[in-house]
């Protein structure tokens, strides 16, 4: 079935060359890791060694010549990856969800996802589905060291760049750079092969995933709940078809929840405008600036889902209490303030779910 932000009409080009950041680092050797490595990797299949910090001592390398999109300036893709992997130095385990590497692109880019030491109810943070929505990757990198700081108080997951190829090209899916008539876009957050049919609840809305990534991010989640379940979970994202921005509220509170509310505040006074009231381009209702549960099949409507199909079979979700969605007006406000705005939404609900932290 559609999906709301999994198909959206966009208008963009692809970058030539003349748009692009360079990247001379080679891939990732080592499929997951905890605490401290050896601040050097040896040669791997040829590739050449991270140049990340050694502090941060991590085996993650990207393929050499690895070109960012940067005509917006957006962060290029091998500091993003230096960024999230100081988390390492804290005590998280880092773990490749996928090698990404859809037709058409030269190499495969890791997929990571970052699990903070502690078990328990957690705080998931998602960005990046989308690749020409940079505000929310480069918010996560800005806000590491408080992201790294909420992890030692409770559990977090992190997974910061979820479509690393589409961030690099600025393609919206793993297949094409924007909605087509004609081509299914591959999200990489599609979820249709999990959630229940509305037809018939026995059965998936797909029949498989619609991609490799999708497979290998949706089949994380559900291995992760156990350790991980999550009690709330923030994705961030963008549209630049839309003048002013909204959140979904995907969670059991919908429009009444109180960190929807506090997330429309925080994005008024860092200069987002904010559509308070009426529909969506999509049709559905906003109330106070927050849009309460929707079927989309998206990522959002798998964490917040009791029940899922695995395997054909209905098995425990991730069930999360509070799902919210940032969607910011790409079109309509530079990139450096759209960066500051998620940065300081981030931050903002990272104190509060610091201060209301489950008991253990």
């Avoid at 999906?3 to 050797?29: G, K, N, W």
Wanted: aromatic content about 4%; some cysteine; glycine content about 8%.
């Amino acid at each position: 079935m559609p999906m709301r932000r999994a198909v959206r009409t966009r208008r963009q080009t692809v970058p030539d060359d003349s748009s692009l950041h360079r990247c001379h680092h080679a891939r990732m050797p080592s499929r997951s890791f905890r605490g401290h490595c050896a601040a050097t990797c040896g040669l791997v299949l040829g590739l050449i060694p991270v140049a990340f910090p050694a502090a941060a001592a991590s085996p993650v390398m990207l393929p050499p010549g690895v070109a960012t999109y940067a005509a917006d300036g957006r962060q290029p893709i091998d500091a993003l990856y230096a960024a999230y992997l100081s988390l390492v130095e804290h005590g998280w385990t880092v773990e490749i969800v996928a090698d990404s590497r859809p037709a058409g692109t030269a190499a495969a880019l890791p997929i990571l996802a970052l699990r903070s030491p502690p078990h328990g109810a957690a705080v998931w943070m998602l960005a990046g589905i989308h690749g020409e929505e940079p505000a929310g990757p480069n918010a996560i990198a800005e806000t590491i060291d408080a992201i790294a700081a909420l992890g030692r108080e409770r559990p977090v997951v992190l997974m910061p760049l979820l479509n690393p190829q589409g961030y690099a090209r600025n393609w919206r899916y793993l297949n094409v750079p924007v909605y087509s008539e004609t081509v299914d876009g591959q999200s990489v957050g599609d979820s249709s092969h999990l959630l229940l049919s509305s037809e018939d609840p026995a059965r998936a809305r797909a029949g498989a995933p619609s991609s490799a990534e999708a497979g290998a991010i949706t089949a994380f989640i559900l291995r992760q709940i156990g350790d991980y379940p999550p009690a709330s979970s923030i994705d961030l994202h963008e549209d630049n078809l839309i003048d002013e921005g909204y959140v979904y509220s995907q969670g059991a509170l919908g429009a009444a929840d109180p960190l929807a509310i506090e997330a429309v505040a925080v994005l008024k006074a860092e200069g987002v405008p904010i559509k308070m009231d009426g529909k969506t381009r999509f049709d559905e209702a906003i109330v106070g600036g927050i849009i309460g549960p929707v079927v989309d099949s998206s990522i959002d409507e798998l964490m917040s889902s009791a029940t899922v199909l695995a395997n054909g079979r209905p098995t425990r979700g991730p069930a999360a209490a509070t799902v919210l969605v940032l969607e910011t007006p790409a079109a309509a406000l530079p990139l450096a303030q759209r960066v500051r705005a998620h940065a300081a939404l981030l931050r903002r609900l990272m104190a509060l779910m610091e201060s209301t932290k489950p008991p253990p």
